[in-house]
């Protein structure tokens, strides 16, 4: 069985910049060592990504602070992350899960047996719905979220993100 890793957002917004949180700052290191286990031809990534007319979207209405803007270093992956997985698959995705994801994992599936562990940024907002989102496509995929290597928008919200996955049939691990 193929394992493979999903690096949800680990941008410099969601880490130290417009969104950034202690708790993102607390997982880089565990994030990396994460990586590390892996083969890098199995790990893929996720990068939030907006245009300049984000305040005008409906999440922009709903989270009016301009964050991941295509182009800028906020949107990028934190540089100690990305030059943990050079050879990693990487997504753009325009919201919170991303269909092309799923899609591109569930393609790979018909092919192969694979197991999914996401980890990443933010527990409650990103990893949860693309959790969800893979669970959907492939009900019979074991998926697992490390939630050492996940932070939420307050603990408290990441305690909830876990419970529900957990609720989803997703194993969650180290929380």
């Not at 410099?12 to 910049?17: L, S």
């Not at 417009?18 to 031809?41: F, R, S």
């Not at 995705?93 to 569930?106: H, M, Q, Y």
């Not at 307050?154 to 049939?169: D, K, N």
Request: proline content about 4%.
């Amino acid at each position: 069985m193929k394992k493979i890793l999903i690096v949800v957002d680990m941008q410099n917004d969601f880490i130290d910049g417009a969104l950034g949180t202690a708790e993102a700052k607390a997982i880089v290191q565990p994030v990396i060592d994460k990586i590390k286990e892996y083969d890098q031809k199995n790990i893929w990534a996720t990068r939030d990504s907006h245009g300049e007319n984000y305040l005008n979207t409906q999440e922009g209405r709903r989270l009016p602070v301009k964050h991941c803007i295509r182009g800028t270093k906020g949107w990028e992956i934190a540089d100690e992350i990305a030059a943990a997985m050079p050879e990693a698959v990487v997504i753009d995705k325009p919201s919170f899960g991303s269909v092309e994801l799923a899609d591109r994992l569930a393609a790979l599936a018909d092919r192969e047996d694979i197991e999914l562990e996401l980890i990443g940024l933010c527990t409650d907002i990103c990893v949860v719905s693309n959790a969800l989102n893979l669970k959907a496509r492939m009900p019979e995929v074991p998926i697992s979220v490390d939630a050492a290597c996940c932070a939420g928008v307050t603990p408290e919200s990441h305690r909830a993100a876990l419970e529900t996955m957990r609720m989803c049939q997703i194993t969650v691990i180290n929380g």
